[in-house]
């Protein structure tokens, strides 16, 4: 799941600005999972903004509305009348869900209202943690299902680095630090009696499949529909 946190209130209202017709948008997706941007906190942050406005004597006219992923057209669809009525919209998807809702309707002024964190999992009630940083090149076969690139502070592939203290990774401090991933690596495949895959070097790694300078792209021809001549 994709992990995102709020803004900070003041922050978000300083984005929102002057806009008189406010559109809070949600996603039911995701974000709701990490109570950043769901239903729920549409609600509240919605209500906060009103009050706000009524307290500096500048009454904004707020509304709120949650899709279940804006990150696809047929959910932004639903909500494009509420859209091109709005002076503003606060998104509170991901980052790709605010490009989604912007590139769908070019007009809008469309505003980012959460920090997008990283991929991971929930690790705990309240707590969630890095998983996987997108590389484009899954080493999780040869790594017992711990990810280096994610999880060793220096993302290496050949661990682990002479700072790996008592299974803690050197970075951070007290209880702050983390476990040392490639502590994790040799444990697990220790257990798993595959010891032999953390002694062969791995090759450089081709970071083009990672980050390029550009943004990458999946494109599965077998699972296309023809096309319809609308747009992409
Ligand atoms: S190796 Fe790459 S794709 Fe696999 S979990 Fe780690 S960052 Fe994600
Ligand atoms: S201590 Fe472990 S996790 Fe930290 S940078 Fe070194 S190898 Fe990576």
């Not at 503003?88 to 991901?94: H, M, N």
Request: aromatic letters at 4%; hydrophobic letters at 35%; glycine letters at 12%.
């Amino acid at each position: 799941m994709i992990v995102a946190e709020q803004k900070p209130l003041a922050e978000i209202r300083a984005l929102v600005g002057d806009a008189k017709r406010v559109l809070v948008v949600g996603c039911g997706t995701c974000v709701t999972v990490c109570f950043a941007g769901g239903a729920k906190e549409a609600g509240v942050l919605g209500s906060l903004l009103r009050m706000g406005a009524q307290l500096d004597g500048n009454v904004k006219d707020v509304s709120e509305v949650t899709v279940q992923r804006q990150c696809e057209r047929e959910y932004l669809d639903g909500i494009r009348e509420q859209v091109e009525q709005a002076d503003a919209v606060l998104s509170l998807g991901c980052g790709i869900g605010v490009q989604a809702i912007a590139e769908q309707f070019p007009n809008a002024i469309v505003v980012p209202g959460l920090n997008t964190s990283f991929l991971g999992k929930p690790a705990a009630h309240g707590e969630w943690v890095e998983r996987c940083a997108a590389c484009g090149n899954c080493l999780l076969g040869v790594t017992g299902g711990i990810c280096p690139i994610a999880r060793c502070a220096k993302q290496l592939l050949n661990g682990p680095c002479g700072g790996s203290s008592k299974g803690k990774c050197e970075v951070g401090t007290g209880d702050s630090k983390p476990d040392c991933a490639w502590q994790l690596i040799y444990d697990k495949l220790k257990a798993q009696d595959r010891l032999h895959l953390i002694t062969e070097v791995a090759p450089p790694k081709d970071w083009r499949t990672s980050r390029d300078g550009g943004p990458r792209r999946i494109v599965r021809e077998d699972l296309k529909l023809p096309s319809t001549g609308g747009q992409k």
